[in-house]
């Protein structure tokens, strides 16, 4: 399995631990999607008060890798719904992100 390198500004995330992914798989969403801002983190979790500092998986495996799946048709990074970027950023439309469609794949590149 190819983990893709992850970084994700999107703190308000339950699986943002410093900007790694507490899980082993994320999914990417948008499938229409000719630019970032159409696409979303569809694993986006709000981080609850009550898991406010809950920010592992139950095993302690937030990583710098992660396994991207992706319904980015349009993305020159999609290769059989997985991503094949070396490097993804995931970041947010706003400040906060409350829900999915407020997070984005910075990383998105339009197939040519």
Same mark, same amino acid.
């Given at each position: *399995?190819?983990? +893709?390198?992850?970084?994700?500004?999107? #703190?308000? !995330?339950?699986?943002?631990?410093?900007? *790694?992914?507490?899980?082993?798989? %994320?999914?990417?969403?948008?499938? #229409?999607?000719?630019?970032? $801002? /159409?696409?979303?983190?569809?694993?986006?979790? /709000? $981080?609850?008060?009550?898991?406010?500092? =809950?920010?592992? !998986?139950?095993?302690?495996? #937030?990583?710098? $890798?992660? =396994? %991207?799946?992706?319904? &980015? #048709?349009?993305?020159?990074? +999609? /290769?059989?719904?997985?991503?094949?970027?070396?490097?993804?950023? &995931?970041?947010?439309? !706003?400040? +906060?992100?409350? &829900? &999915?469609? /407020?997070?984005?794949?910075?990383?998105?590149?339009? $197939?040519?």
């Amino acid at each position: *399995m190819t983990m +893709n390198k992850l970084k994700c500004s999107v #703190a308000s !995330c339950r699986h943002n631990n410093n900007q *790694m992914c507490s899980l082993q798989k %994320i999914q990417v969403d948008g499938p #229409a999607a000719m630019e970032s $801002r /159409e696409t979303c983190c569809g694993s986006y979790a /709000e $981080r609850t008060k009550s898991a406010s500092n =809950d920010t592992s !998986c139950g095993c302690g495996c #937030a990583s710098e $890798r992660t =396994d %991207i799946h992706c319904s &980015v #048709a349009h993305c020159a990074y +999609n /290769e059989n719904k997985k991503c094949s970027a070396e490097s993804v950023s &995931v970041g947010g439309c !706003c400040s +906060n992100p409350s &829900v &999915v469609s /407020e997070t984005e794949c910075c990383t998105f590149t339009p $197939r040519a």
